[in-house]
């Protein structure tokens, strides 16, 4: 069985660097690595893979700048091989334009099943798995938990408020997978000099044959109006105990209707 | 207690400009590797040794180890800690390619210890001395001993030992009474108890090979009569698999001041009357000259053990001291209570720590790709200078950092006031886990000794001297560097001078009277370890200014701030040793015995 999983590659959030005020988008000028969001679907697949028994992970990220550092890693934990899209006409991309060139670039193999996370850590619009399915005319379950593949069906458990559902749906799929339901491997010592003689295939819009005027700035239908900086963590309440602490802190989160 | 975070700022900065770390992967043999890969590796390296092994830290201080008929409990978090180490693969680093090593050079093998240790100092123990029976193994056991038990240690699958110690055998080694004898199939049966043994029985791992010094019958007296043996847990069978359990039993652990869960114990051999298998590594008698050959290795790694306890306890102490506050700061608003890093003591004890943890970790550093180059440097004279630089280093290497391992750790729970001496905050462990270094692995007080006694007499003195010479061809090159440099320049020549003074009289006085020259062995490593760390600080100084690429600007130019306060507060502390050195033995044995005695 072969996965394709989408992996985005973003600035460190330990040193996340700034905003742009003329784009209002994120500077990307320093170091990218794997979003963290990803790293569960990779896990995910290399142990799907693993259970089939045969197959291989494949991975798909678009980036500016012909970055692979966070490729890398991945790979590093043992997916085979990369194509990563870099286009100068990318710049100002939005969801529907990432999905594009995702979708794109997915479509050069046919996989089994295609993989991503249910939202990144960096943009976290949530839409760029639905976006890719329909795109490629697949069936889309979101907020995966558990993934079992047998044969040509994959049965998976959807995280829901209240625990989760239980689905079917037919392969090839394209399949959101939550934060935290697998532990990703660590990168091995082997694995990383493995990783080095990986094959990453370094790809532009031609080659995919996907028009510049459709993405970018020049296609996106998505417009950020306005950047502010986040309100100050405002002064927290002390409840003092005196006998009835438990009962303020319960009305207190009443209130905020997390009960 | 604080989390651990990886130094790779401080790591890569000295691999550039004190270990030359591109030149070392130039050597022959290092082919794949180069400066970006290592890069790469460190980054994971680091995230390994902080996310996996050093939550066990307190959990291993807390909880000990323990036997119960013969068998070893640790916590179970050590084994789940070991499990992702065998997984990871991160032991074989520098280890042979043939026997499924990664190849790179010692000095990555020396960033591995550094960050295992500072990590949990107790976990690192058993990688330690895995490490060292490799190195032993891979240098002298023949092929087939090779292909049976090196695959399986360097992948971590099994664990490995050194049995040295017994009772009346500590640094006389000489002294040791544990009997091997010979059978007719060319093994041998062992006889005799050790103790003081670490990592010699645990669960951890499948099979744990214990290398034994012992004495043949009719070997002559001394060192001279050591051989060396390998005694397998499960002797190995020839398809490789774990048969019957050897001839030997752990009797009971020490109680320690620190290291709590790095089991240390009474090993005793044939219990059972047969005696343990055991096979020779090498000829008889031979055993002593191995365990020199090793030596250099081991110290370096000891020595790292003191850089690793003063990073740990600096870190613990910087965020403790931006996060307490007490009294008012001068200057600082009346109201508010200030944070403790804002008085000047408390920031003269954490650039302390500073300097000296940098000046640590340069020294060892160095001294890590001295060996590289050693190994494999294609110019035999080369090799030859390498290695005798790297003869002179590995002393200091081990006592001085070691000795300031246990002052750092000190320093680091004085910042903490009353919260350092207790056991919650974490600070008192790093004190406690660190006071073995300057013992094992040859007291540090055998370490001045050797120092004074054989490494100044190397070729007739030219090995000190060569080394003396460069120090004050850096200090006259200082000059180009500005004013910014002045006070380095002076204080790097003045203490140059004292060490000049004190190698003098000490070589004079080693040829007529040894014990004169021994009596001022420790303080002049001391002054010796104390002028080649300033001369390295300022080395890096000048390096963190041409490293765009490491690390952000405050943190270049902090690099600038420590080798100044190091030159104009700590360097001093050199000339300071002069009298010591040369005042000789006469104080010493001035005062009769019987007034030591209660
Ligand atoms: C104004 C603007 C400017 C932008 N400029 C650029 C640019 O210059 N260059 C550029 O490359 N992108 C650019 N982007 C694209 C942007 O970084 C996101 O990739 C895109 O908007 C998807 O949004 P998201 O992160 O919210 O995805 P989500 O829908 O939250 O992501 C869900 C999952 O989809 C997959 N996924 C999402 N994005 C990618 C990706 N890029 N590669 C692989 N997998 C992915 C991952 O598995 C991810 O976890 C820009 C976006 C905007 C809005
Ligand atoms: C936690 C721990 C782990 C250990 N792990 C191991 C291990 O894995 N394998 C192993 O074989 N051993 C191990 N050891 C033993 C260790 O190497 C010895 O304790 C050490 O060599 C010192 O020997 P000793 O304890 O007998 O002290 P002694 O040799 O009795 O020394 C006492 C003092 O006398 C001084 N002294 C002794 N001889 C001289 C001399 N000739 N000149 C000047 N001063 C001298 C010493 O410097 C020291 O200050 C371990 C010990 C401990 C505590």
Redesign the interface.
């Known amino acids: 069985m072969d996965v394709v999983v989408c992996v985005k590659q973003i600035p460190d959030p330990a040193d996340p660097g700034e905003l742009n005020p003329d784009t209002k988008t994120l500077k990307r000028d320093t170091k990218l690595i794997l979003d963290e969001s990803d790293s569960y679907g990779v896990e995910m697949a290399l142990q799907l893979v693993d259970a089939a028994g045969s197959g291989e992970v494949r991975l798909v990220s678009m980036t500016p700048g012909g970055e692979t550092g966070g490729l890398?890693?991945a790979l590093?934990m043992g997916a085979e091989s990369a194509i990563l899209v870099s286009d100068e006409a990318l710049a100002g991309s939005d969801a529907l334009s990432t999905a594009k060139v995702l979708a794109a670039a997915i479509k050069r193999s046919n996989p089994d099943l295609i993989l991503t996370a249910t939202e990144s850590s960096d943009g976290y619009t949530g839409t760029v798995p639905e976006q890719i399915a329909e795109l490629l005319d697949l069936p889309s379950v979101t907020f995966g938990k558990e993934v079992a593949v047998d044969g040509e069906l994959a049965t998976v458990k959807r995280q829901t408020e209240s625990g989760y559902d239980v689905v079917e749906c037919p392969l090839p799929a394209v399949i959101s997978v939550t934060a935290g339901v697998v532990e990703p491997?660590?990168?091995?010592?082997?694995g990383?000099?493995a990783a080095?003689n990986k094959p990453v295939e370094e790809l532009d819009l031609s080659a995919l044959g996907i028009d510049p005027q459709t993405v970018g700035w020049a296609g996106a239908r998505q417009e950020i109006t306005e950047i502010a900086d986040s309100p100050a963590r405002e002064a927290g309440e002390v409840v003092v105990d005196e006998g009835e602490a438990h009962e303020r802190i319960m009305a207190f989160l009443d209130d905020l209707k997390v009960l | 207690m604080t989390e651990y975070k990886p130094p790779l700022n401080d790591i890569r900065l000295v691999l550039n400009e004190i270990s030359d770390i591109s030149r070392l992967c130039d050597l022959p043999g290092y082919e794949h590797v180069d400066v970006e890969t290592i890069d790469g590796v460190l980054e994971e390296l680091g995230r390994f040794a902080a996310e996996v092994v050093s939550p066990v830290n307190k959990i291993g201080d807390q909880e000990g180890c323990s036997v119960s008929d013969g068998v070893v409990t640790m916590p179970k978090e050590f084994g789940e800690a070991w499990d992702h180490f065998v997984d990871s693969g991160w032991g074989a680093i520098s280890q042979d390619p043939d026997y499924g090593g990664g190849g790179f050079p010692l000095a990555i093998h020396t960033v591995l210890t550094e960050l295992l240790a500072t990590a949990s100092r107790a976990w690192s123990m058993g990688p330690m001395l895995t490490a060292g029976a490799i190195d032993c193994l891979h240098t002298f056991s023949d092929e087939s001993q090779k292909e049976v038990f090196l695959p399986k240690l360097v992948a971590g699958e099994w664990s490995g030992t050194m049995n040295l110690t017994e009772p009346q055998a500590g640094s006389d080694v000489g002294a040791l009474t544990t009997k091997a004898v010979p059978q007719d199939d060319g093994t041998y049966r062992i006889f005799g108890t050790k103790i003081f043994i670490t990592f010699g029985e645990h669960e951890l791992v499948e099979n744990i090979i214990q290398l034994v010094l012992a004495r043949t019958p009719d070997s002559p007296p001394g060192t001279k009569g050591i051989s060396c043996f390998i005694v397998p847990k499960y002797l190995v069978q020839d398809d490789g698999s774990l048969g019957e359990r050897n001839d030997y039993r752990c009797l009971s652990l020490e109680h320690k001041l620190g290291l709590h869960a790095s089991p240390t114990c009474v090993i005793s051999y044939g219990e059972n009357g047969d005696g343990a298998v055991g096979y020779l590594i090498g000829e008889e008698h031979q055993g002593m000259r191995y365990m020199f050959k090793m030596m250099n290795n081991a110290r370096l790694g000891v020595g790292v053990e003191g850089l690793a306890v003063a990073e740990r306890a600096l870190q613990q102490a910087s965020s403790f001291a931006l996060d307490r506050r007490q009294g008012k700061a001068v200057g600082a608003e009346a109201g508010e209570q200030s944070l403790i890093i804002e008085h000047p003591d408390v920031r003269r004890m954490l650039l302390t720590m500073r300097a000296y943890t940098d000046a640590m970790r340069c020294i060892l550093y160095a001294n890590a790709a001295t060996l590289d180059l050693a190994k494999s440097h294609p110019e035999s004279e080369e090799r030859q200078l390498a290695s005798d630089r790297a003869e002179l280093l590995t002393p200091i290497s081990k006592a001085w950092c070691t000795d300031l391992g246990v002052e750092m750790t000190s320093l680091g729970i004085q910042v903490h006031g009353g919260y350092g001496y207790i056991e919650e905050t974490g600070a008192a462990q790093h004190l406690r886990d660190s006071r073995i270094s300057p013992i094992y692995e040859g007291t540090n007080g055998i370490q001045a000794i050797d120092l004074v006694g054989r490494k100044l007499r190397m070729n007739e003195g030219k090995v000190i001297r060569d080394l003396l010479d460069e120090i004050n061809d850096f200090t006259e090159s200082l000059n180009q560097h500005g004013e910014e440099f002045a006070t380095i320049r002076s204080n790097l020549a003045d203490s140059l001078q004292a060490v000049e003074e004190a190698t003098a009289w000490l070589t004079e006085k080693g040829t007529e009277d040894p014990i004169q020259a021994i009596s001022g062995a420790t303080p002049y490593l001391r002054m010796l370890g104390q002028l080649v760390g300033g001369w390295f600080l300022a080395r890096l100084a000048i390096g963190a200014k041409n490293n765009e690429n490491i690390g952000d600007p405050d943190f270049r130019n902090s690099k600038m701030t420590v080798a100044k306060f190091y030159a104009e507060q700590l360097l001093p502390l050199t000339r300071a040793q002069l009298g010591a050195v040369t005042a000789g033995s006469s104080d010493l044995f001035a005062v009769p015995e019987e007034l030591f005695s209660i």
């Open positions: 890398r890693t590093a491997r660590y990168p091995s010592f082997k990383i000099m080095k």
